[in-house]
Nanobody, 123 residues
Framework: VQLQASGGGLVQAGGSLRLSCAAS????????ISWFRQAPGREREFVAG????????HYADSVKGRFTLSSDNAKNTKYLQMNRLIPEDTADYYC?????????????????WGQGTLVTVSS
């Protein structure tokens, strides 16, 4: 599975961005897809994940109610809609995949990673 993350950019606090994670090589149907982020000097942290069998999502408390996962199966792409962004959301965002149904929140459990896409939220 090859993952391509995109959609980052500079936005003012309160604004929105939508990140995309496109997969090639395999379809997402058997994989959990999650987003992680890493700010300078900090560890990579779980943001949100989606499992399709069954359809289940899990969000970190810090983004719950502001971020939403969605899918376009025809394009084999997952999206992370980020609303009401705050400066603390500034980080490199990565999408990751692991085969299975449960959504791990630890980065070590994921087998495939896309490159980071930088999100910068100005105050």
């Amino acid at each position: 599975v090859q993952l391509q993350a995109s959609g980052g950019g500079l936005v003012q606090a309160g604004g929105s961005l939508r990140l995309s994670c496109a997969a090639s090589g395999r379809t997402f149907s058997s994989y959990v897809i999650s987003w992680f982020r890493q700010a300078p000097g900090r560890e990579r942290e779980f943001v949100a994940g989606i499992s399709l069998s069954p359809d289940f999502t899990h969000y970190a408390d810090s983004v719950k109610g502001r971020f939403t996962l969605s899918s376009d199966n025809a394009k084999n792409t997952k999206y992370l809609q980020m609303n009401r962004l705050i400066p603390e959301d500034t980080a490199d965002y990565y999408c990751a995949a692991v085969r299975g149904q449960a959504i791990p929140t630890m980065a070590a459990f994921y087998d495939y990673w896309g490159q980071g896409t930088l999100v910068t939220v100005s105050s």
